[in-house]
């Protein structure tokens, strides 16, 4: 299996900023056999990152959409709209957005279904909070937003997703997991999902702790934040992927 490396953007880089990014990454990016490497800009760089990474192996994602096909859901985005830009993948379920637009498991679960039926490639994502975790929470909550959010979906369509374990109490707070800790979490998902689909670990990933999470048995690869907005980073980050 490849080992992907996936930059999520969040709410960071203008079309400006993506230009210059995306001139900076190919100077210095080498491609290899074993690497996925896929980019998830804000919706309104979607379509400077197409055109940017035309050429390239760099794969485009986006940060989240809408289930229904099309209607009156102002300010939401369909997943056609999103393959129309050149999207191959869609995060789906992110943590802040769990937390801050009330995303739920039933969404999540009406998101997947959308954005399969669109080849979309689902990143999932799921994760405990530090107080969850604390109370010995960690293997209920995932098994729960697991189960919820996969509902229903056939075993042909599970080994089309991409599952995330981002831990709350490591995003963006320079507190990653250790590799064990990650990794015990990542076994746990392996046997729930029972596929041979990408898992991958997000929450304060950096150049130099990436190689020792990456080499974890059931770790595929990265769902990087901070890092993924400063060329150099990221690209380190590539290279210790190999
Ligand atoms: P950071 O790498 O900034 O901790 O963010 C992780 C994340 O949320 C990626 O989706």
Redesign the pocket.
């Known amino acids: 299996m490849k080992t992907i490396i996936a930059g ?1 953007w ?1 709410m960071h880089m203008t079309n400006k900023d993506t230009s210059f990014f995306m001139i900076e990454l190919k100077k210095i990016v080498q491609y290899s056999e074993n690497t996925e490497i896929i980019l998830c800009p804000p919706f309104t760089a979607l379509q400077t990152i197409s055109k940017e990474a035309k050429g390239t192996k760099i794969k485009i994602g986006a940060q989240n959409m809408h289930y229904e096909k099309e209607g009156a859901f102002t300010g939401e985005v369909s997943a056609s709209m999103l393959t129309e830009l050149g999207c191959e993948y869609v ?1 789906i379920g ?3 957005r769990r937390q801050y637009f009330n995303e739920t498991d039933e969404t999540v679960n009406k998101k997947i279904k959308a954005a399969l039926k669109n080849n979309l490639k689902p990143i999932v ?1 799921v994760g405990e909070t530090l107080e969850q975790r604390k109370a010995g929470k960690t293997k209920t909550i995932i098994t729960t937003q697991l189960k919820k959010g996969l509902e229903d979906l056939s075993r042909s369509q599970i080994s089309k997703l991409i599952i ?1 374990y ?1 831990p709350i109490w ?4 320079g507190m990653t997991a250790r590799p064990e800790q990650a990794e015990e979490v990542h076994s746990l998902v392996r046997k729930l999902v029972d596929c041979d689909i990408p898992l991958l670990y ?4 950096k150049p130099d702790n990436c190689k020792e999470l990456f080499s974890q048995p059931n770790i595929n690869g990265g ?6 907005l400063d060329p150099k980073k990221f690209n380190e980050i590539i290279k210790n992927a190999r």
Request: proline residues 0%; contains cysteine; glycine residues 22%.
């Open positions: 999520n969040k995060i992110h943590s802040e994502c995330a981002e490591a995003i963006g707070t997000g929450g304060s990933v769902l990087i934040g901070g890092a993924s």
